[in-house]
């Protein structure tokens, strides 16, 4: 089955059509910048723009970076206030004109991992975090999503773990790999104390650059790392999946 994927960020929305059975994109990536500021009628008129431009017709898989319970969007730290308590599943089919299904960022970007990529046949617990603008997390349990885990918000040192790790903290404070790494691994090691997960993969654009800080990480932390590898696609092709799932339950 062919669906549209479409993943909102804090900087860019990004859209492709995907093949659900094998979770390959089956055109390029169309991206636009992120409206400033992000309110829900701004992203929601460039997501009308991305299904325009798709023409698709059919379930539509949309990330959003906050909490999503029955497509009500519940929290939007990296985007307008306006989203929180915003019936976004509403709205958002409105904008495409056909069905939708809302999903957190990260727990589509496990999806996809868990069923195509880098967690595939992992078993136990995966813990996948996403370093991007804020910080994602997926919690994976064989296979099984557990969703809206929020680690991005634990504190480290009075502080949220996104405002000391996130891949636009490095950027913004222009970090070596060696200190940013640092910040990470204090991150994961907490994670590693609450949770003695099996494996952790780290998505998000960064994992393009695994090798720069992966060897940072993997000397600090006891649990196996290892990089997303379907990288930027990840939230694209697991909300496509789960589109996908919503007429044809498997
Ligand atoms: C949000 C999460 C999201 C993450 C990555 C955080 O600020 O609270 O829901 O997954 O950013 O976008």
């Known amino acids: 089955m062919i669906t549209l994927g479409i993943d909102i960020g804090g900087t860019g929305i990004k859209g492709a059509l995907v093949d659900a059975e094998s979770g390959q994109l089956i055109t390029g990536r169309l991206r636009i910048p992120t409206p400033k500021p992000a309110t829900p009628g701004a992203v929601t008129d460039v997501v009308a723009d991305i299904a325009k431009n798709f023409r698709h017709t059919g379930p539509t898989g ?17 985007l307008d206030p306006q989203w929180v308590g915003t019936d976004a599943a509403k709205v958002l089919s409105l904008a495409t004109g056909d069905s939708v299904v809302v999903v957190n960022d990260a727990d589509a970007a496990g999806l996809a991992e868990g069923r195509f990529g880098a967690a595939r046949d992992a078993r136990g617990l995966v813990v996948l975090i996403t ?49 940013w790494s640092g910040q990470v691994a204090v991150f994961l090691r907490e994670l590693e104390r609450l949770l003695s997960p099996d494996l952790f993969v780290i998505g998000g654009g960064i994992s393009k650059k695994a090798d720069k800080f992966l060897p940072h990480l993997a000397s600090r932390v006891s649990v196996p790392i290892v990089p997303a590898s379907m990288k930027n696609e990840a939230g694209i092709v697991g909300a496509a999946w789960l589109a996908s799932q919503t007429r044809c339950p498997e």
């Open 62 to 78: 949309i990330t959003f970076p906050g909490v999503v319970k029955q497509g009500r969007t519940l929290s939007a730290a990296n």
């Open 131 to 179: 370093l991007g603008t804020g910080i994602g997390s997926a919690l994976l349990y064989n296979g099984t999503l557990i969703p809206n885990s929020e680690f991005g918000h634990l504190k480290i040192r009075g502080k949220d773990a996104e405002l000391r790790a996130s891949e636009r903290i490095r950027e913004e404070k222009d970090l070596s790999w060696k200190k």
